[in-house]
């Protein structure tokens, strides 16, 4: 086979990958989830979600996810109304943002079907403070150029991160509870598409 037409088959292969890190990464909603979960009561927990996320990831690897916290889902729309109201104060702190660094280039060149793990740092913005945490991520190459990110260990978040305390001492006691935990387990499972 021609030098020249084995050339023409690699950059058909290998620019694509390329090309693929140097555009902007657009959050799929529907096909992404955070979740957390409480513990009341000692040893009773419960799984909820926030529904509505938006973000992003630059071509330079700036990822910037938003958490309308008005979308808190925990099953039982009273005790949605009053995490929005009591917790999070929502009418004066509406998001949360997660920001963070990433190697999209080390992703965009993954097969489609292929995962890595790795290790990053990000930034949780809520109700004017900002605290830095680590996730443990398998990243996985989708196909129609996409990207799935999930966290392998749930990343810890304790109340007081973002004076959250008195909120939570308020849902105990008109829950009429004994206790509710400070420390909160995070998940989260993302899907970032490419349309350029």
């Given amino acids: 086979m ?5 050339r023409l088959l690699a950059c058909s292969v290998l620019l694509p990958a390329a090309f693929s890190a140097q555009a902007h990464w657009q959050l799929d909603n529907d096909a992404s989830t955070l979740s957390f979960v409480t513990i009341k009561a000692d040893h009773v927990g419960e799984v909820h979600t926030f529904d509505r996320l938006t973000g992003e ?6 990822a ?4 309308e916290l008005i979308s808190i889902n925990t099953l039982i729309p009273i005790r949605d109304e009053r995490m929005q109201n009591m917790l999070f104060e929502i009418d004066l702190f509406p998001e949360a943002n997660l920001t963070a660094q990433l190697d999209i280039d080390q992703f965009a060149e993954l097969e ?7 290790n990053f740092n990000f930034d949780l913005s809520m109700r004017g403070q900002s605290n830095t945490y680590q996730a443990e991520v398998m990243v996985t190459r989708l196909a129609d150029n996409g990207i799935q990110a999930s966290t392998l260990k749930p990343v810890i978040v304790v109340a007081n991160s973002f ?16 206790s509710i935990s400070n420390a909160v387990p995070v998940s989260f499972n993302v899907v970032f598409y490419n349309n350029d």
């Fill in 112 to 118: 489609v079907g292929r995962s890595a793990t790795t």
């Fill in 163 to 178: 004076d959250l305390v008195r909120g939570v001492e308020a849902l105990r006691e008109v829950a009429g509870l004994p």
């Fill in 57 to 62: 990831i630059d071509d330079e690897g700036n």
């Fill in 2 to 6: 021609p030098n020249s037409l084995l």
């Fill in 64 to 67: 910037e996810i938003t958490i």
